[in-house]
């Protein structure tokens, strides 16, 4: 069944609370609601549904009278009376059978929730849907010594709590945790003085892991209040770590539930990038406070409105914590990464899709990451000012409601004067603009002549033109910049921009800072990309310039086989040896186009990618590249040595990126020597996983894996680690074979969802291994899918996105992936997660 953004129709009734009382128990929880309704005199379509699944209805009465519903898969109906009445319920359900990890569940003797999106009906009957907003009372009848809901504490006692959640919210932010925790404390006084307790909630053992997460929650808290004039709303906030979790993390008001990855750290368990992605989600899901639960989304289709806004935001906090630049850079590696093959894919949909079967396969790229970039480029085009102003607007204008994309455009419309129409096509059509340059020399008039065009995908079978923000900056002939960046504004199919009165024909810097989500289309030579390397004044477009030049690079070596050439290596080389510039700037600068990225080009230029050529072509620029650096590398890993003692700060973390970076340059000149000799001297999760790391993609560090699974043996997310490695890590002839034999390790419990990417997110991630010739990559994670899917359909359908650029490859490894698809696609009683998800891959 597919719901469509044009059925939109309001609910019939308004909820004014919400009472519910659970008496927990593992198998047999009982759930009790009284729910105050009373007809909506906006609404027309009187008749009364409330979704449920999954539930055993004990006992349903209306005003107090006892009444017989008529049930369905997915939920009920009856006869109301046409004025305000109070519905009770009492449903039976059964968290510990409730392996797909939504709605109420246990993890580990917990009890925890996950109703976003539409997890809320497997706990009771209800209007499950995020227009509907009410008060929340709730009671919680349990031994256990932790019970926490939303809002704020009422009262507790021995075998139950209660809480009140003064702030109208959809049911899909309702929370429940239960369960033996300890909590790491602390305080945060708002602007206006308000005081809030802070909690982290873990498992008894994990005490030592929270401090850093508390610590991001009270740097957000202030950043929301200074950036944004956002205060908090609630007298506490309460972090809870669930090891088994579909997602990263969850914003349920006033009691944010974590993936245990998204919260624990210690700095001998966690390396900076976790750090980094701790502090970014904590962030995240403490902003949704403000945008996503105080003003919601009036329907799924509307999803972007909340996680696009809210990933920005989180950008910007990154870029404020860590350095705009390379926050940036990190960003655009992982838009090219995840969204772009997304869009150019059978998956393409727009930041706001028209239709789904499951919202969950929604959660997607394109709708956080380009979503956010969407919102980047209204900011840049409005400007600073602007933007917030029409923020402020829009906080002021729709606290409490469930809104739209139209009712956000709105906002900064009135604040701007400006039509938004047109920009509007970033949300409704699919598909990564391509944007072709061209450019004039004539008479000291340098003209940038642009044209873009969009791929017709299903999604947006006939695209129509957007708007463009290009911030361009043009260097003169000596490297210095003549011209500052200014945003050109495209609206039209082809679009010429003249720069007059120059003295000679200048270099442009287009797209600086990635202003908008476009691949750029730019005949240029490596000579060109080589002078932008060495003297652009945006960092991004620096970075970009190397990017570009690898990327050429490596394309000429797999399509003729030509050698790396100069303007590369010493390219990279006079940036990397420049001790001006940030380290974690450097540490970027030393990367490569990935192997996936580079099939997007290839196939974009119409050569069929070939996965082990593509492989051979990155070793062999490796080596080069350690081979031209040689003599640099003991300094650049010398210099990433931090003496004073570990902290996950942006220069710390930036000094051991570069260290890594080098290392892993040398382990394929010295044999792993310096790896090894690292591992064994390391004193922080940060250089073991990175000394381990070197030594796997030398063939070596057997002796090492095994000692490192005896170090961690007890820690679950260091353990996922150990996993991951060594299949990312693998030879692309090894890679499946690998992880094929780590199923059968004891510790791989395939029910937990971390333990599941580990494995399977590396292979996928293993390019080469993955897209082994015979085939043995994809039917492996094809068993496992199928395996997966009964158990836990969200995880099963994410992973499946492991094929949806099949179409790049060659006709042999196209016809094995179709097969495994339709393998899937034929289980009996295959879930609507992965149906949905095999179906739209297959029909590309
Ligand atoms: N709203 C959450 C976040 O962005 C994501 C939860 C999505 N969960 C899901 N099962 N679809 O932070
Ligand atoms: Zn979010």
């Not at 507790?156 to 209660?162: D, K, N, Q, R, T």
């Not at 400007?383 to 455009?409: N, P, S």
Request: aromatic share 10%; charged share 25%; glycine share 6%.
């Amino acid at each position: 069944k597919t719901i469509h953004l044009t059925d939109y129709t309001p609910f019939g009734y308004l909820v004014d609370e919400v009472h519910l009382t659970f008496d927990l128990d593992p198998s047999t929880t009982r759930v009790r609601s009284r729910v105050r309704f009373r007809p909506d005199p906006a609404a027309t379509d009187r008749r009364f549904f409330l979704h449920g699944e999954q539930l055993r209805l004990i006992r349903a009465a209306i005003d107090g009278t006892e009444i017989d519903p008529e049930i369905t898969d997915e939920g009920l109906t009856c006869a109301v009376p046409d004025a305000p009445f109070t519905w009770e319920a009492e449903v039976e359900i059964d968290p510990a059978a409730n392996t797909a990890l939504e709605g109420l569940y246990l993890s580990n003797g917990m009890f925890c929730t996950q109703c976003e999106a539409e997890g809320f009906r497997k706990i009771t009957f209800y209007p499950d849907r995020p227009d509907v907003m009410a008060t929340f009372t709730v009671r919680i009848n349990s031994d256990l010594p932790v019970l926490l809901s939303n809002g704020n504490p009422v009262q507790s006692g021995p075998g139950f709590a209660e809480w009140h959640d003064p702030w109208p919210k959809p049911s899909y932010l309702f929370a429940l945790v239960a369960g033996d925790l300890v909590a790491h404390r602390d305080r945060f006084t708002t602007l206006s003085g308000r005081e809030v307790d802070l909690a982290v909630w873990v498992r008894p053992g994990d005490e030592h892991k929270c401090a850093f997460a508390m610590d991001s929650l009270k740097k957000a808290m202030k950043w929301d209040e200074e950036v944004y004039g956002r205060e908090y709303d609630l007298d506490v906030f309460n972090i809870v770590a669930v090891d088994d979790f579909n997602m990263g993390a969850m914003e349920n008001k006033g009691l944010n539930i974590f993936n245990s990855s998204a919260v624990l750290a210690s700095p001998d368990t966690a390396t900076d990038a976790n750090f980094e992605r701790i502090e970014a989600i904590i962030a995240h899901e403490y902003f949704h406070n403000w945008t996503g639960n105080r003003i919601t989304c009036r329907d799924w289709f509307q999803l972007c409105l909340k996680e696009g806004l809210t990933v920005f935001r989180d950008a910007q906090f990154t870029a404020d914590q860590r350095g705009a630049a390379v926050k940036r850079i990190s960003d655009v590696i992982d838009l090219r990464a995840r969204q772009f093959p997304e869009d150019d894919g059978p998956l393409a949909h727009p930041v706001r899709p028209e239709s789904y079967q499951e919202i969950n396969n929604f959660y997607t790229a394109t709708v956080y990451e380009k979503g956010a970039e969407v919102i980047g480029m209204l900011k840049r085009l409005v400007g600073d000012r602007k933007y917030y102003e029409a923020l402020d607007l829009y906080f002021a204008r729709h606290d409490g409601q469930a809104c739209t994309i139209e009712d956000w455009l709105k906002v900064f419309e009135d604040v701007t004067g400006r039509d938004l129409t047109q920009f509007k096509r970033w949300y409704t059509q699919a598909g990564t603009p391509r944007l072709k340059v061209e450019e004039n020399w004539q008479d000291g008039t340098y003209t940038l002549t642009f044209t873009q065009s969009i791929k017709p995908s299903a999604a947006t079978p006939d695209p129509q033109p957007q708007v463009i923000p290009i911030a361009v900056g043009l260097l003169g002939p000596n490297g210095d910049e003549i011209r500052p960046t200014e945003i050109l504004e495209m609206t039209e199919a082809r679009q010429s921009f003249a720069f007059a009165g120059l003295a000679a024909r200048p270099v442009p810097s287009i797209l600086r800072d990635f202003s908008a989500p476009v691949v750029l289309d730019r005949d240029t030579t490596n000579a060109e990309r080589a002078f932008l390397l060495a003297h652009d004044t945006d960092p991004f477009n620096r970075w970009e310039a190397g990017r570009m030049l690898a990327r050429e690079t490596l394309i000429d070596m797999i399509t003729r086989d030509a050698a790396p050439g100069a303007d590369y290596l010493d390219g990279i080389r006079a940036v990397v040896r420049d001790d001006g510039l940030d380290p974690a700037y450097r540490a970027l600068m030393l990367a490569l186009p990935t192997q996936s990225e580079l099939t997007g080009t290839l196939h974009d230029r119409g050569i069929t990618p070939d996965p082990d050529a593509i492989w051979r072509a990155h070793e062999t620029l490796k080596l080069a590249l350690a081979q031209h650096l040689q003599d640099l590398l003991p300094r650049l890993h010398a210099e990433a040595q931090v003496d004073a003692p570990y902290s996950p700060d942006a220069e710390q973390a930036g000094k051991r990126a570069l260290g890594a970076a080098a290392l892993g340059l040398t382990s394929r000149v010295d044999g792993g020597a310096m790896a090894a000799e690292q591992y064994a001297r390391a004193d922080n999760m940060t250089l073991q996983l990175a000394a381990l790391s070197c030594l796997l993609t030398a063939g070596k560090g057997e002796a090492e894996l095994a000692a490192f699974y005896d170090q961690w043996r007890h820690d679950r997310l260091v353990i996922d680690k150990w996993f991951m490695l060594q299949v990312a890590h693998a030879s692309p002839d090894r890679a499946v074979e690998i992880a094929r034999r780590l199923t059968e390790h004891p510790d791989f419990n395939w029910k937990n969802p971390n333990r599941f990417r580990a494995l399977f997110g590396a292979l996928a991630m293993n390019h080469a291994g993955f897209h082994r010739a015979d085939g043995a990559g994809y039917a492996l994670l094809a068993d496992w899918l199928i395996r997966l899917d009964p158990v836990n359909p969200q995880t099963a359908a994410r992973m499946c996105s492991a094929f949806q650029t099949w179409r790049r490859y060659d006709a042999n490894r196209q016809a094995l992936i179709a097969a495994q698809l339709d393998r899937i696609a034929a289980q009996p009683d295959l879930s609507r997660d992965v149906t949905e998800m095999i179906s739209r891959i297959r029909t590309a």
